[in-house]
């Protein structure tokens, strides 16, 4: 059975530019959830995206987006790139909610983003 | 939400028991803990999941006391292959959470020989 999948792994950006990171979840888990790590911060929840609808959102800027295709797989955009958005950007996927009984996280091992 | 505090990092011996605890004093009545375990240029893996009194699995125990206000989690007998960061998660497990999930900032755990 395969993983998660992220895609890229790694990119590099400017300032100002906008990105978009891709995760194909492991096959029948119909929850997405993306995470921001970061050496200071360390493992941020951004949102989760459950049968194509955002259910649970973390405390990131609106330029920090997403969406879920009908196929569970999902990707998430950050725009107006920043300095500070320099991170490993992991995708994790579920059966069910992150937040319900079959939410037990599997990850995928992430985009590694630089804004230079 | 609930704010978690670890400590940033841990050492010890091959064949101790460890035991890493999380602090989490204003956890909510359905919030759930869950520990989870990284490796460089990995993803986290998931260890285990308790919301009261102890959980055992054939990783790890994990104990969590009355009040809910910390939990620590226990590898028995550990070895080198554990030197890893481990990361406490506390969230609402009910289906009805809205403000999202909290990670501790992780303790780095360090085995040696």
């Known amino acids: 059975k395969a993983g998660v999948t992220q895609t890229p792994r790694y990119l590099i950006k400017t300032r100002g530019q906008q990105v978009t990171l891709s995760c194909s979840p492991i096959?029948?888990?119909?929850?997405v959830s993306w995470y921001q790590q970061t050496p200071g911060q360390g493992l941020q929840f951004l949102f989760e995206?459950?049968?194509?609808?955002?259910?649970n959102k973390g405390n990131f800027p609106g330029r920090f987006s997403g969406r879920q295709f009908s196929n569970s797989r999902s990707e998430m955009n950050v725009s107006t790139l920043e300095l500070g958005d320099s991170a490993l950007y992991l995708c994790?996927?579920?059966?069910?909610?992150?937040?319900?009984?079959?939410?037990?996280?599997?990850f995928g091992e992430g985009s590694r983003l630089t804004v230079l | 939400l609930a704010k978690t505090t670890q400590p940033i990092s841990m050492d010890s011996y091959e064949g101790q028991e460890v035991n890493i605890t999380c602090s989490h004093n204003n956890i909510a009545t359905n919030d759930y803990i869950t520990w989870y375990q990284q490796f460089p240029s990995q993803g986290p893996r998931f260890i285990i999941q308790?919301?009261?009194t102890k959980v055992t699995n054939e990783v790890a125990s994990l104990f969590i006391p009355a009040d809910r206000k910390s939990s620590t989690l226990s590898l028995p007998r550990v070895s080198l292959s554990d030197t890893a960061v481990y990361y406490c998660l506390v969230g609402d497990m009910t289906g009805g959470g809205a403000d999202g999930l909290t990670f501790g900032k992780g303790t780095h755990l360090i085995i040696q020989p």
């Open positions: 995206y459950f049968s194509e609808t955002q259910r």
């Open positions: 308790g919301y009261k």
């Open positions: 994790a996927s579920s059966l069910g909610l992150v937040t319900g009984k079959d939410g037990e996280l599997f």
């Open positions: 096959s029948g888990h119909r929850s």
